[in-house]
């Protein structure tokens, strides 16, 4: 039996103006904080280390090792960093949590502050999506008339100012380090890691950069225990998290559900792929985790059991094409953002992704020799872990897999000197 949807972090979403502190309050908000302020700082790392949370936004670090990585006593100011640059081609999980659920992300913020000891925090939200941004402002404006933020937390002595900072709409910004940079005043480029941010990240102190959902999925650990989180997911990706399912799909939308549950089980909650047509490809996690086809229904979406067939769960963004979708052409779609946006600062990937797209635009139009494919693929190699960050890996990753399981219609492409599918069959090109 498929495992049921576990709204946590989803829930109220439905309500009249979940956003407001009224709202929140109304489903049990701000009572963790208040329980984590009665804690040693410790005690609050140890207990999200003990749940197992592994970070959100793709890489799936454990959340409490990096909140223990922060040095104490050192004498330096702390920062923790929310990513809420979320721009991974089809990841659209952080956007309506933050604007559904703001405080939520506000209260782990505070929790998160006080467990690391840092006295300011940022959340680093995309410039594009200005209604993210108001609302997030409204949501801080609120706790902070409440005296949920500022001076004396909670009438505690703990104080913690929140400023909410505006990206210019860079995809590398979503980069941990260009991320950095850009809050700096800095054009964002990643930097060289080691040292991570945990020693040295903004203005070189110790930081934690978390993602949006990592933060937002605390407040609920703290009021529910850890056996609570334990009881849902894997055992080693426990938990419940946002999967958001696009493309060739009746009923799109963000589903939260144990970590561990399938493509199979998630599509009939969401009602199955479009009528009338079949999956043919889809991606774990966004796309720059490699892709996987109808074989892979039943791989468990978890860190474990995506990685083991082959790709990585990233950010759990579920792009389904069906059998109208040309693979070369989503490719070549893809390819052109990454080249689009890669920052420059390193060669394989300025150069790389740059002829990566000139390839597959030629292979497209049916203008490629099956030596084409040969050079993609060498052309990828030459970046894969050889580029500056993981904006190089994530390029090559829908070329190597749709290589892999859709060889043939590459060739195809070529004996017929053209795409072979109606591009205006396929919904999912604009
Ligand atoms: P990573 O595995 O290098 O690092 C993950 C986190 O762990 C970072 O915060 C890093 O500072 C920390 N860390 C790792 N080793 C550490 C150590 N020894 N000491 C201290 N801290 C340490 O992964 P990275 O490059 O940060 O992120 C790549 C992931 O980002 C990909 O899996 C991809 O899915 C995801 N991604 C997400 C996007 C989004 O829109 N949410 C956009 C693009 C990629």
Redesign the pocket.
Known sequence: MAPELTPVLSRGWLDSEPWTLAGYQRRDGYTAVKQALRMHPDEVIQLVKDSGLR?R?????PTGM?WG?IPQNDGKPHYLVV?A????PG?CK?IPFMMANPHELVEGVIIACYAIRASHAFIYVRGEVLHVLRRLQAAVREAYDAGFLGKGVFGTDFDLELTVHAGAGA?IC???TALLDSLEGKRGQPRL??P????AGLYASPTC???VESIGSVPAIVRNGVDWFKGMGSEKSPGFTLYSLSGHVKHPGQYEAPLGITLRELLDYAGGVRPGHRLKFWTP??S??PMFTEEHLDVPLDYEGVGAAGS????KALQIFDETTCVVRAALRWTEFYAHESCGKCTPCREGTYWLVQILKRMEKGEGTEDDLGKLLDLCDNIVGKAF???GD?AAAPIQSSLKYFRDEYLEHFERGGCPFDPSLSTVWA
């Open positions: 970070g936004g793709g890489a799936g670090f990096k990585f990513n640059d979320e721009s991974e990841t952080d995809y979503g980069e941990e890691r080691p991570f941010p945990a020693v950069v978390n993602n996690g966004g720059s985790t990585m769960l990233g950010t960050c993981a904006l994530g």
